[in-house]
T-cell receptor, first 111, second 113 residues
Framework: DGGITQSPKYLFRKEGQNVTLSCEQN?????MYWYRQDPGQGLRLIYY???????QKGDIAEGYSVSREKKESFPLTVTSAQKNPTAFYLC??????????FGPGTRLLVL | DQQVKQNSPSLSVQEGRISILNCDYT??????FLWYKKYPAEGPTFLIS?????DKNEDGRFTVFLNKSAKHLSLHIVPSQPGDSAVYFC????????????FGTGTRLQVTL
């Protein structure tokens, strides 16, 4: 089955800890994206990557880092510099059209 | 600066009736618009899209209308079904922006029996 997978579904972070959220796609899409959703708000773009080994900051990149070493994978690290990390994180990918397809999401909670 | 606005946070419609969800935008560079449906704790699901060269696109029960002069689009669902109850997000992209999407804040649709 083609699609986007995100793991884990829930993730707990302690103060001062970096955590990494996984995103994998087997749709052969070139572009991948990370969004954050907070209650009552729309999705806000954290980082995006149009091609392997290249990525760009989105609107709210501070406190986050990414890598794109493989076409299928676009992990997001939430660093200790992100002071309000509790949110629902969504990964998406797009191919030849502008339509983005989303994974199931990871909910990050702070202990 | 909210470039895509969904001014109705919620909407309640009876089963079988028409649901109309609205979206306004301010950036005249947007040329591609999408609607997504989202259930709680799940990722958004793509519903339907429209390019700025069109003013209407239809797919089954879903129709999107685009009024470029008013910078307004709407999603019509006919007939509404209980399974349509979800949060609907409007999104837009501009050319040359790597398909980056700007999302509205969403409208929660409840379809009642």
């Amino acid at each position: 089955d083609g699609g986007i997978t995100q793991s884990p579904k829930y993730l707990f972070r302690k103060e001062g800890q970096n955590v990494t959220l996984s995103c994998e796609q087997n749709l052969n899409h070139d572009a991948m994206y990370w969004y954050r959703q907070d209650p009552g708000q729309g999705l806000r773009l954290i980082y995006y990557s149009q091609i392997v080994n290249d990525f760009q900051k989105g609107d709210i990149a501070e406190g986050y880092s990414v890598s794109r070493e493989k076409k299928e994978s676009f992990p997001l690290t939430v660093t200790s510099a992100q002071k309000n990390p509790t949110a629902f994180y969504l990964c998406a990918s797009s191919g030849s059209t502008e339509t983005q397809y989303f994974g199931p999401g990871t909910r990050l909670l702070v202990l | 600066d909210q470039q895509v606005k969904q001014n109705s946070p919620s909407l309640s419609v009876q089963e079988g009736r028409i649901s109309i969800l609205n979206c306004d935008y301010t950036n005249s560079m947007f040329d591609y618009f999408l609607w997504y449906k989202k259930y709680p704790a799940e990722g958004p699901t793509f519903l339907i899209s429209i390019s700025s060269i069109k003013d209407k696109n239809e797919d089954g029960r879903f129709t999107v209308f685009l009024n470029k002069s008013a910078k307004h689009l709407s999603l019509h669902i006919v007939p509404s079904q209980p399974g349509d109850s979800a949060v609907y997000f409007c999104a837009a992209s501009a050319p040359g922006t790597a398909s980056k999407l700007t999302f509205g804040t969403g409208t929660r649709l409840q379809v009642t029996l």
